[in-house]
């Protein structure tokens, strides 16, 4: 089975500008989660969709949107982007979302975004 | 409302001695728990969960967790350490699915030979 492929893996980008990011989903996979992991920290939640829908959001501006498509692979869009959102984006799939931890995420690599 | 503080961001221990990576949440409702590894340039691999059964999970690599309700605590450990555990560990915590966990600020394992 293949696993969560993220695009790009790195970018740069100016002050400003917007990015998207995408995230195809491992085979079989309806529920994707994206995450923002700045540099020394643990991932924090961005938001999560579940079959094309959004089921959840972090603490995040406005400007961090996403969608799902209906062969489950996802995008991440920043917009007006700020030096701070420079981190490590990682996205992670599975093939159930029930109200129990009792299954797993697998994650990407990840895009690394630089803002300058 | 729920958070995780991992205690010591760095940790030294020598090939084969005991590794302790220490994890205690807040949460106001029953968690669930997780550890991951994070290798350079990757992603985060589930090492083992708490899903409510057993209090004494283990895991892959030969780690295992407790979950200490008391302490609120969810320490991880390896009775003997290899070079290949260098990296970093997260621990994690949801109250609703592991897509949506809040996750601590992570400890670096560094193993001596």
């Known amino acids: 089975e293949t696993g969560v492929t993220q695009s790009p893996t790195h970018l740069i980008k100016t002050r400003g500008q917007q990015v998207t990011l995408r995230c195809s989903s491992q085979s079989g996979h309806n529920t994707v989660s994206w995450y923002q992991q700045a540099l020394g920290q643990g991932p924090q939640f961005i938001f999560q969709y579940y079959r094309e829908e959004e089921n959840g959001r972090g603490n995040f501006p406005p400007r961090f949107s996403g969608l799902q498509f209906p062969n489950y692979s996802s995008e991440l869009n920043v917009n007006a982007l700020e030096l701070d959102d420079s981190a490590l984006y990682l996205c992670?799939?599975?093939?159930?979302?029930?109200?129990?931890?009792?299954?797993?995420?697998?994650f990407g690599s990840g895009t690394r975004l630089t803002v300058v | 409302a729920q958070s995780v503080t991992q205690l010591g961001s760095h940790v030294s221990v020598s090939e084969g001695a005991l590794v302790l990576l220490r994890c205690n949440y807040s949460s106001s409702v029953p968690p669930y728990l997780f550890w991951y590894v994070q290798y350079p340039n990757q992603g985060l691999q589930l090492l083992l969960k708490?899903?409510?059964?057993?209090?004494l999970v283990k895991g892959i690599n030969g780690f295992e967790a407790e979950f200490k309700k008391s302490e609120t605590s969810f320490h991880l450990t390896k009775p003997s350490a290899h070079m290949s555990d260098a990296a970093e560990y997260f621990c994690?915590?949801?109250?609703?699915?592991?897509?949506?966990?809040?996750f601590g600020d992570g400890t670096t394992l560094t193993v001596k030979p």
């Open positions: 992670a799939s599975s093939s159930e979302l029930r109200d129990k931890g009792d299954y797993g995420y697998t």
């Open positions: 994690a915590v949801s109250s609703t699915n592991a897509g949506k966990s809040t």
């Open positions: 708490y899903t409510s059964a057993a209090t």
